[in-house]
Nanobody, 129 residues
Framework: QLKVVESGGGLVQPGGSLRLSCTVSGDSLEYYAIGWFHQAPGKAREGVSC????????YYVDSVKGRFTISRDNAKNTVFLQMDNLNFDDTGVYYC??????????????????????WGQGTQVTVSS
């Protein structure tokens, strides 16, 4: 059973940066596509960024393009989400999800479908002045 654990959330001022980490255990990260999902207060969870198992393909929702960067280090079983120029709308819980690549035709679909098999418990990001 794959275990997914997020870390790196916290309180940051508008314009600030955070780097989230998603570490998996129980299997090798190299077999999985990974996605980051954001749930703002009172809103549905939304796919923010997804990355293929080989890092060849990435997807970003329009609202974070140019501000967020997803990357992975398979040797460390960890995926990162670098979040820069944060704004109030970025507040919420960020979840990491892992899934086998064959379950989604594209990484964009992984993000938009939101039906990945393995999920972490989430990490809170609060953007406040």
């Amino acid at each position: 059973q794959l275990k997914v654990v997020e870390s790196g959330g916290g309180l940051v001022q508008p314009g600030g940066s955070l780097r989230l980490s998603c570490t998996v255990s129980g299997d090798s990260l190299e077999y999985y596509a990974i996605g980051w999902f954001h749930q703002a207060p009172g809103k549905a969870r939304e796919g923010v960024s997804c990355i293929s198992s080989t890092s060849r393909f990435t997807y970003y929702v329009d609202s974070v393009k140019g501000r967020f960067t997803i990357s992975r280090d398979n040797a460390k079983n960890t995926v990162f989400l670098q979040m820069d120029n944060l704004n109030f709308d970025d507040t919420g819980v960020y979840y990491c999800a892992a899934d086998l690549p064959y379950r989604h035709t594209t990484v964009q679909n992984m993000c938009t479908e939101g039906r990945s098999e393995y999920w972490g418990q989430g990490t809170q990001v609060t953007v406040s002045s």
